[in-house]
């Protein structure tokens, strides 16, 4: 079992910054060789940190703050009129809960995804081995959500982790990407606040916010939303730091 008092943690070399073209981060990353236990997992997402495979890491920049977790608090979210047309306009879609697994079907959304939405990024080209190092983790806490059409046809896929006390912790969603009409990143995202409230779980955490990473702003249409300022939760948006 994890204790993080015996966790080592390690800083990565200086590299350039995947969000803002004119920054270099440091990552600070919990040793991937040791299993990170729910109790010690809510204690790390409390303190910032995100997971992506089996690294637990939260940017540590000595020049610039401009990483901020967010989390929507459940029990005060404002189901707007846009949230509740997404709902409606995708009434026949169905979701179900699956541990992680991968077939064809299944790899071929996520390549398709890739290819379309992120050609220019740091996980294309796309490959089985990098899907499975990056979403099909050992451990305890990891599913997946896959929405079906009416034709039964897999459209969406959330990867969430359940964190037994705190909420959930959205890892990534990929999705059929022709079907832009359907809204189906906001779908999945109100799915888990839907999942979320029906397991009295008090918060759905959104990974990183930066006020200048355009990509990002739709995190701020889930209000309220509660920022992480050092080591405290706020509803006040921070002022960034270059």
């Not at 409390?46 to 990483?67: E, H, T, V, W």
């Not at 200048?212 to 920022?227: G, I």
Request: net charge negative.
């Amino acid at each position: 079992m994890s204790d993080l008092n015996d966790v080592r943690f390690f800083a990565t070399a200086p590299h350039d910054c995947s969000y803002l073209s004119d920054e270099i981060a440091t990552t600070l990353f919990a040793d991937p060789d040791v299993q990170i236990e729910q109790e010690d997992y809510q204690t790390l997402t409390l303190l910032g940190f995100r997971r992506s495979g089996k690294y637990f890491y939260r940017p540590q920049c000595k020049q610039c703050q401009a990483c901020i977790s967010v989390r929507i608090p459940i029990a005060e979210f404002r189901w707007t009129r846009r949230f509740k047309k997404t709902l409606k306009a995708n009434q026949g879609i169905t979701a179900e809960w699956q541990l992680p697994y991968i077939d064809d079907e299944i790899y071929d959304l996520y390549s398709r995804y890739i290819d379309v939405r992120h050609p220019n990024g740091d996980m294309h080209p796309p490959s089985k081995e990098q899907f499975k190092t990056f979403l099909m983790v050992e451990g305890p806490y990891t599913r997946f959500l896959c929405f079906r059409d009416e034709a039964g046809t897999l459209i969406a896929v959330a990867v969430i982790d359940v964190l037994q006390r705190h909420g959930l912790s959205a890892i990534y969603t990929f999705f059929e990407p022709d079907q832009s009409k359907r809204s189906l990143g906001r779908l999945a995202i109100l799915a888990q606040v839907l999942e979320a409230e029906r397991l009295q779980l008090p918060y759905v955490y959104l990974g990183y916010w930066i006020q200048a990473c355009e990509k990002m702003n739709y995190k701020t249409d889930y209000q309220p939303l509660e920022f992480l300022v050092g080591r405290v939760w706020t509803r006040n948006i921070p002022q960034q730091l270059d």
